[in-house]
């Protein structure tokens, strides 16, 4: 019986027509509900009143609070998360040792725990009644209901997306180039900034951009450390939610548009690298 290769360019899909017609319709009609209806509501709620009024909403001083506290939260998560995903996806996929794959379940852990009870550990951690309170109370310390605890919070529930951004690419590439670099006499460390980090610079760039989409629109374990004091730790998703419950309607979505822009903007980025990875226009060290 003779084989024939199928061409690079040759249509696989046996499907009938009418079948994968109803099967995009369904995708595109489920996309089109749950993702862009929302966010159209999201623009036309704030911008309902005008732009002035939006502007003026984003412009309140406790908005401009919330503001800056999660881009400080997000730069200082994405910061200790980048150091931490890197370092730990050298170590996964460059050395072997007892426990690795403890340290791979590790790194999924804040994937499987509601951020909610993220939230819970660091109050029974680092509050009055904590592990940790009677020493933090004794040395004027504040952790809880101040940045500490949310950089904390939103750097336990985001820690994964780096590293395992990393991991499968650093996996791929094997050990090859840092075994010749080492033979030809260079340090671990020259090594990991001449060799290895130039091959992952892109897989960086990605977890972190993921990250920092994550950290900024934490709700959940930030909404149990933060203490929710207007104007010193709201969060824009934490001040969206009050102004909303204040029917302050118009404010809370100008809020949450800007969540969206800036969701929409990380989105955008995510596809564009995508698509040059997948078109090899970004070289990945080979």
């Excluded at 931490?84 to 050395?95: Q, Y």
């Excluded at 950290?215 to 909404?223: P, T």
Aim: glycine share 6%; aromatic share 10%.
């Amino acid at each position: 019986m003779l084989i024939t290769s199928l061409s690079p360019h040759a249509d696989t899909r046996t499907e009938p027509r009418l079948v994968r017609a109803i099967i995009i319709a369904i995708a595109v009609t489920f996309l089109s509900v749950f993702v862009v209806l929302p966010v159209v509501v999201v623009f036309a709620q704030a911008f309902s009143r005008g732009v002035v009024t939006c502007l003026s909403a984003l412009t309140d001083p406790e908005a401009l609070s919330a503001i800056r506290l999660t881009l400080a939260v997000a730069a200082i998560s994405v910061s200790l998360n980048l150091v931490f995903g890197v370092i730990a996806a050298w170590a996964v996929t460059k050395f072997e040792f007892r426990g690795k794959t403890v340290l791979i379940s590790l790194i999924d852990l804040p994937f499987s725990v509601s951020p909610v009870i993220s939230g819970l550990v660091f109050v029974l951690l680092f509050g009055a009644q904590g592990f940790f309170g009677a020493f933090l109370q004794a040395h004027d310390m504040q952790i809880l209901f101040a940045v500490p605890g949310i950089a904390l919070a939103t750097t336990f529930v985001t820690f994964p997306f780096v590293a395992r951004a990393l991991i499968p690419l650093m996996h791929e590439q094997g050990t090859q180039e840092e075994e010749a670099a080492i033979s030809l006499g260079a340090s671990g460390l020259q090594t990991f900034f001449r060799v290895t980090l130039p091959n992952i610079k892109w897989g960086v760039l990605y977890g972190v951009l993921l990250c920092n989409a994550r950290a900024m629109g934490e709700f959940g374990a930030v909404s149990v450390v933060s203490g929710h004091i207007r104007g010193e730790t709201n969060t824009m998703p934490l001040l969206v939610e009050i102004l909303y419950n204040e029917y302050q309607f118009v404010a809370s979505f100008a809020i949450a548009s800007l969540l969206a822009m800036l969701a929409l903007i990380t989105l955008v980025a995510k596809t564009i690298l995508e698509r040059q990875l997948d078109e090899g226009q970004i070289p990945r060290g080979d």
